[in-house]
């Protein structure tokens, strides 16, 4: 899968999508959000369902060159969703955080974890082309696990009836990024006695474990070399 990062431009700098706590945090190109996607497999799509705001984590995938402004930000699920069915109605933001390290300091108050996190906002549509449809939902699969969406069958068409997708413009998104060390009170320093630093975190992946009905059937490379990324 090609990197998204190596698209560039700048954000929207719109009120509402310009960080405002520490900001000094906040990345004003387009090639640290793609770098937040890439490195997510998860999302947290946050919309108002009567009347009350709710967030649920779902799977996405991107295409930087999609149809909507400075490209297209793809989630899915139940048509039965109530979530989904109310997001076109209104604004919505999605959510995508990708843990880099627990801060450990000296005191409680500058604890702190280092991260990347970017929110998209906007008002989605839900896809009625069929061919961009299609396009997305082999996405949302590769975005999982690249190459794995050729060999599969294509979907029935009781699956894509309990389908719904839906489709928001990257142009209104900020990023925000925190890495480094420990940023201690110079006296907590002084003082000694505790011990201060940074955890890195990563997520890891292991040896594909093959489903027990699968006869005779090796395992792809394409799934080998997600395992080996994921190590």
Known sequence: ?????????????TDRSTPRRSSERARSDRAALYDVLDAALVCHLAVVV????????????????????SGTLYVHGSVASRSLRAAPEAEVSVTVTVLD????????????????????????RVLTDEAERSRALDLLVDHVAPGRAAGLRRPTRKELVATTV???????????????????????????????????????????????????????????RRAAELR
């Open 101 to 124: 390290g627990l801060v450990l300091a000296r005191s409680g108050f500058h604890h702190s974890m280092n991260y990347r996190s970017a929110v998209v906002i906007g008002r989605p």
């Open 166 to 224: 839906l489709a928001l413009p990257l142009y209104e998104a900020s990023v925000k990024v925190r890495d480094g060390g420990v940023d201690d009170e110079p006296e907590d320093v002084r003082a000694g006695g505790v011990w201060a630093g940074v955890v890195p975190v990563r997520m890891t992946g292991s040896d594909p474990v093959t489903a027990a009905d699968v006869v005779d059937v090796p395992v792809p490379e394409h799934v080998l």
């Open 50 to 69: 009567d009347g009350v705001p709710v967030a649920f984590p779902t799977v996405f995938a991107v295409d930087v060159e999609g149809p909507d402004e």
């Open 1 to 13: 899968m090609t990197s998204l990062a190596t698209t560039t431009g700048a954000l929207s700098p």
